[in-house]
């Protein structure tokens, strides 16, 4: 792994239980506390915002990855130094150049379509790059009973299955990704 950064995917929402967002700041913190960087999608709202609080508020670098085309919808992080891509798939492409491993905090279809993609390429060998799903209450244990589903249907390995972790605790999550 390349320990210089690590990329989290995270609702631009905070989503309706105040453990979301406080997972979210707490893992900020543990990302600058052990000397990485923080990639991620750039806003300064949502969770996505409030994990590069957590990181710039501890020290840390935060590097926020955003399209151009919703450049002026959002409100770019104040503290992050901000790239911007031309489409998403460029974007996922430069978020997963820049970092070493993923982490997953609760979100939307955004989130769930960043982190399966960066699963799917480790399966396919595009990276060696781990990914662990941060399961803050609950929020994908039903991903993970739906993966399981579909190693009993014969539609997934284990190997590939086994791909993608979930961990309920930041520091554990980070743990995992060594």
Not at 4 to 21: E, H, P, T, Y
Not at 27 to 56: H, N, P, Q, Y
Not at 85 to 99: C, G, V, Y
């Amino acid at each position: 792994m390349n320990p210089a950064r690590i990329c989290v995917f995270a609702g631009s929402g905070v989503g309706n239980d105040a453990r979301f967002a406080a997972a979210a700041h707490e893992l900020g913190r543990e990302i600058a506390s052990r000397d990485l960087g923080l990639v991620f999608g750039g806003e300064a709202s949502g969770l996505m915002g409030a994990v590069a609080d957590g990181c710039t508020e501890a020290g840390g670098e935060a590097i926020g990855v955003i399209p151009r085309f919703l450049a002026d919808v959002g409100t770019p992080h104040p503290a992050a130094e901000i790239r911007l891509a031309d489409t998403l798939a460029e974007r996922k492409q430069l978020m997963a150049d820049l970092a070493g491993g993923f982490v997953a905090l609760p979100g939307g279809l955004g989130t769930l379509d960043e982190l399966t993609e960066m699963v799917t390429w480790t399966q396919l060998g595009v990276h060696e790059k781990p990914v662990v799903a941060l399961d803050v209450a609950d929020c994908w244990a039903e991903l993970a009973a739906l993966l399981d589903a579909m190693v009993g249907n014969g539609f997934l390995r284990p190997e590939a299955r086994a791909l993608l972790r979930f961990e309920t605790s930041p520091a554990v999550a980070l743990d995992a990704l060594a």
